[in-house]
């Protein structure tokens, strides 16, 4: 099975800049469905970006559109996360999870869950916080 190891969190500034890196290995990369969650303090885990099949253009949540942009190095086994011009309610803990494809939470064709609960496979997280 997948492990995940997210980097790359740390204290910046509002509208400053971090790129969050997450390594996956025990797997076939291209095997998995690998979306970006984040856990803001005393809140429920949300999404902020997931991939559809055949490697269209990511879904990203409201409140990130514009400034997150996912990109990954296949060769690497990486999935990058570039946060711009950020803000402190992007204050949080930023979680990669993976699910098999064609599973229930990245079916064949489609677009991948945004539901956390629909993913067997997490990493520890990397908290990002950003003061005003």
């Known amino acids: 099975q997948v492990q995940l190891v997210e980097s790359g969190g740390g204290l910046v500034q509002a509208g400053d800049s971090l790129r969050l890196s997450c390594a996956a290995s025990?797997?076939?990369?291209?095997?998995?469905?690998v979306n970006w969650f984040r856990q803001p303090p005393g809140k429920e885990r949300e999404f902020v970006a997931v991939?559809?099949?055949?490697?269209?253009?990511?879904d990203y949540a409201d409140s990130v559109k514009g400034r997150f942009t996912v990109s990954r190095d296949v060769a690497r086994n990486t999935l990058y996360l570039q946060m711009n011009s950020l803000k402190p309610d992007d204050t949080a803990v930023y979680y990669c999870?993976?699910?098999?494809?064609?599973?229930?939470?990245?079916?064949?064709?489609?677009?991948?869950?945004?539901?956390?609960?629909?993913?067997?496979?997490w990493g520890q997280g990397t908290q990002v916080t950003v003061s005003s």
């Open positions: 991939v559809f099949w055949g490697g269209r253009t990511p």
């Open positions: 999870a993976a699910a098999p494809w064609r599973s229930r939470a990245a079916p064949f064709g489609g677009r991948t869950s945004s539901r956390p609960d629909a993913y067997p496979y």
């Open positions: 025990g797997g076939t990369f291209s095997s998995y469905a």
